[in-house]
């Protein structure tokens, strides 16, 4: 088994010039005051003031809506274990989501998710995008804040019987997360090789995109995806196979590293699941997360000491 070492409070100073101790103390006795919050490392609050360009409120805010998003979207972060879930072991054959191995040239770190089975009735959006957040979640547990990330999803194989197994519910929420609590600085969602399955997707998603997510978001069809893609990203950072120039491994092999680093990871990812949520039972103050997607499908998963 070989577990990464998780990025420390240490390296993290030196990475971020900007980031004061006095800032991660007044995190520190402000969360201790939300008897509701689960215990927070230091290293984690860089992650939180770090995304919101060292503002205190605006960290406190995505401290409050990230917790209490895991906590109540459990059909994206709850039953990860890689080596136990059926449906994720199902779902690692049928996409793909891994971490590039370059950066933008102002520093961006990637991410590259992709269908590798293109049979649309293997496809589940609520254990894709799950994953997806697995790999994440171990990408800021190595290696911490960036200067930005790029989310980037490759539609080939992509058909009109996918967008049907796709609700506006489900993007609602996922999106709610990406734009309200993921603790990073999201510098581009670019959707390659698309077709017109894009415009389906597209309008599912748009009534729930804010105008930053808007400001960032770039479509690429498929006849032209690898010159407008390269303005925003080198193209020798994809995979070597996958048809844009690249000249990283190949996709097999890294996808295989990644769900090995995620399998490695497993205990993390279960303690995660019992250490890392709130517990509404101490909460007190009403969570505007909660008004936004009503009691309905947000506590069926609620554990009440």
């Not at 990330?149 to 999106?175: E, N, Q, W």
Request: net charge neutral.
């Amino acid at each position: 088994m070989s577990l990464v070492k998780r990025i420390s409070y240490e390296e993290e100073k030196k990475k971020n010039p900007e980031l004061k101790d006095s800032d991660i103390q007044i995190l520190k006795d402000w969360a201790m005051k939300q008897s509701h919050l689960p215990k927070i490392l230091d290293v984690e609050y860089v992650l939180f003031l770090h995304s919101n360009y060292y503002r205190i409120e605006a960290a406190k805010n995505t401290i409050e809506e990230y917790y209490t998003s895991r906590t109540h979207m459990p059909e994206f972060f709850s039953d990860r274990d890689p080596l136990g879930t059926k449906q994720l072991r199902e779902i690692f054959k049928v996409v793909a989501s891994m971490t590039l191995p370059m950066t933008t040239k102002e520093g961006y770190k990637l991410v590259y998710t992709r269908l590798i089975d293109y049979e649309p009735s293997r496809f589940v959006y609520n254990d894709v995008m799950k994953y997806f957040s697995m790999v994440v979640d171990l990408w800021l547990y190595t290696e911490g804040s960036a200067e930005g990330h790029v989310i980037i999803i490759d539609m080939a194989g992509a058909t009109f019987a996918h967008a049907g197994r796709l609700s506006p519910m489900a993007i609602k929420r996922y999106l709610y997360y990406l734009q309200e609590a993921i603790p990073i600085r999201l510098k581009g969602l670019h959707f390659i090789n698309t077709n017109a399955v894009m415009d389906i997707i597209l309008s599912m998603m748009k009534p729930f995109m804010k105008k930053e997510l808007m400001e960032v978001l770039h479509i690429h069809p498929t006849n032209s995806t690898k010159d407008t893609l390269a303005t925003f990203v080198p193209l020798e950072a994809f995979p070597c196979d996958v048809g844009l120039g690249g000249k990283a491994k190949p996709f097999k092999e890294q996808q295989e590293e990644i769900l090995k680093k995620i399998e490695d990871h497993r205990e993390w990812f279960l303690q995660d699941e019992v250490t890392g949520r709130v517990n509404e039972a101490l909460r007190v103050e009403k969570s505007k997360t909660m008004d936004l997607f009503g009691v309905e499908g947000s506590f069926k998963k609620l554990d009440i000491d």
